[in-house]
């Protein structure tokens, strides 16, 4: 069965950065795609950015570009991103997601949580003064 653990959370103050993991096991990411997601109290869950498999081409949404950064440890067999000049609109639960299916490229699609299958659990990000 297939499982994502996230970690890195925590609380942290308006500019800061954290860095946060998506770990695998019981399957190698190397060939999915691989989505980061939030949900804020009151809200729905949005998508914030994802790494394609096959040639690592990324996508982030309007609200992090330039702020967030996403990236793959093939080696560690886990998917990182990092958050600087943190706001506290980013505080949330952040989760990471995988479709069932191999080969297939980030962009709009995989940025709906509909289309994702298999999920962890989340880490909760808090910015705060």
């Known amino acids: 069965q297939v499982q994502l653990v996230e970690s890195g959370g925590g609380l942290v103050q308006p500019g800061g950065s954290l860095r946060l993991s998506c770990a695998a096991s019981?399957?190698?990411?190397?060939?999915?795609?691989i989505g980061w997601f939030r949900q804020a109290p009151g809200k729905e869950r949005e998508g914030v950015s994802c790494?394609?498999?096959?040639?690592?081409?990324?996508y982030y949404a309007e609200s992090v570009k330039g702020r967030f950064t996403i990236s793959r440890d093939y080696a560690k067999n886990t998917v990182y991103l990092q958050m600087n000049s943190l706001k506290p609109e980013d505080t949330a639960v952040y989760y990471c997601?995988?479709?069932?299916?191999?080969?297939?490229?980030?962009?709009?699609?995989?940025?709906?949580?509909?289309?994702?299958?298999?999920w962890g659990k989340g880490t909760l990000v808090t910015v705060s003064s």
């Open positions: 790494i394609s498999s096959s040639d690592g081409s990324t």
């Open positions: 997601a995988t479709p069932d299916e191999t080969g297939v490229m980030c962009g709009v699609y995989y940025s709906d949580a509909a289309n994702m299958d298999y």
């Open positions: 019981k399957f190698t990411l190397d060939y999915y795609v």
